[in-house]
């Protein structure tokens, strides 16, 4: 059996199981806290975030241009987050709306954080769009060090945990 998956996986180590749903059954309630994934295109990061919000039960959003969460290495880095977490329509994130930005941005650890809340991330290489950003508030994560900014799902991992421990 484990050379028939690794026959059809698209994957570099095959998964030793598989499974068939329908993306209709996929949760569709609403969560008070989102991650809304601006144009990320990296389905690991996706994944990742996906996992990190089932941890924290956040939802995530997904915007045009973002890697597919049902695609085989968002599904494997998600290690089924996928079925626990809402995906929620792109209009319908609740507000206020933090966009979390690499720099200038009001300090996360000063930032008023109550839920509802959406949490804006931004691609890998661009970041959030300027029209997304003038719809949210600036919020930054200091970084001391010499990178330029954090890794996407990294931000994101840290900002729900930031949410929770004031909770």
Same mark, same amino acid.
């Given at each position: 059996?484990?050379?028939?998956?690794?026959?059809?996986?698209?994957?570099?180590?095959?998964?030793?199981? *598989?499974?068939?749903?329908?993306?209709?059954?996929?949760?569709?309630?609403?969560?008070?806290?989102?991650?809304?994934?601006?144009?990320?295109?990296?389905?690991?990061?996706?994944?990742?975030?996906?996992?990190?919000?089932?941890?924290?039960?956040?939802?995530?959003?997904?915007?045009?241009?973002?890697?597919?969460?049902?695609?085989?290495?968002?599904?494997?880095?998600?290690?089924?987050? *996928?079925?626990?977490?809402?995906? *929620?329509?792109?209009?319908?994130?609740?507000?206020?709306?933090?966009? +979390?930005? /690499?720099?200038?941005?009001?300090?996360?650890?000063?930032?008023?954080?109550?839920? @509802?809340?959406?949490?804006?991330?931004?691609?890998?290489?661009?970041? +959030?769009?300027?029209?997304?950003?003038?719809?949210?508030?600036?919020?930054? *994560? @200091?970084?001391?060090?010499? /990178?330029?900014? +954090?890794?996407?799902?990294? /931000?994101?991992?840290?900002?729900?945990?930031?949410?929770?421990?004031?909770?």
């Amino acid at each position: 059996m484990p050379e028939l998956l690794g026959e059809v996986s698209t994957l570099g180590n095959p998964p030793r199981v *598989i499974g068939v749903y329908r993306s209709a059954d996929l949760r569709k309630e609403t969560r008070d806290v989102v991650l809304a994934l601006w144009r990320v295109s990296d389905p690991g990061n996706v994944g990742t975030l996906l996992r990190t919000a089932d941890a924290f039960g956040a939802g995530v959003s997904l915007s045009a241009e973002c890697a597919d969460p049902l695609g085989p290495r968002a599904l494997r880095a998600s290690a089924g987050a *996928i079925f626990r977490v809402p995906l *929620i329509a792109w209009g319908d994130m609740p507000e206020p709306r933090v966009a +979390l930005v /690499a720099h200038d941005g009001e300090p996360l650890a000063d930032a008023t954080l109550e839920a @509802p809340l959406t949490f804006l991330l931004g691609s890998e290489r661009e970041g +959030l769009s300027d029209e997304v950003v003038a719809q949210a508030r600036r919020v930054s *994560i @200091p970084t001391p060090g010499d /990178a330029e900014s +954090l890794n996407v799902a990294a /931000a994101g991992a840290i900002a729900l945990y930031e949410l929770s421990r004031r909770r």
